[in-house]
């Protein structure tokens, strides 16, 4: 895999957390197919663009910070990438402040225009505190 795509797919999964780090609901609808397939602790879902970018903007949490560890990319191929990856994650939810860590995994396509999100995992690995 070019080391270029590899930098290419962790800008683009850093600059979705921070769209949703600012509640930019705008800048999280622009990184998303026409539906992202999410998996995390509440279930599945299958997320318009509009729906990411409400839930961005709308959701009763606030993600303050974020960082990311042990970060692989992989390309199976041309138009296909998926990274996977550690975040630790500071987060306020009912007024309350969490730290906590999960294992993450993204599907970004290639669409001729540029990269898109379509799958998105989560797996809390342990809450912090």
Known sequence: MEPDLRQTILDLETAFWTAMRDKDG?????????TVVSTNAHGVS????????KMTEEG?????????????????MPDVAIIGYLVQQDVTM???SKTWSAAECSTWVHNG?????????????????
Request: proline content about 4%.
């Open 26 to 34: 705008a800048a999280a609808a622009r990184l998303c197919g026409d």
């Open 46 to 53: 299958a997320l318009s663009a509009p729906t990411m970018r």
């Open 60 to 76: 009763k949490w606030r993600l303050n910070s974020f960082s990311f560890g042990e970060v692989h990319v992989t390309s199976p």
């Open 94 to 96: 009912d007024g309350q």
């Open 113 to 129: 225009d540029g990269w898109l999100c379509h799958a998105h995992c989560e797996s809390a690995l342990q809450e912090v505190t």
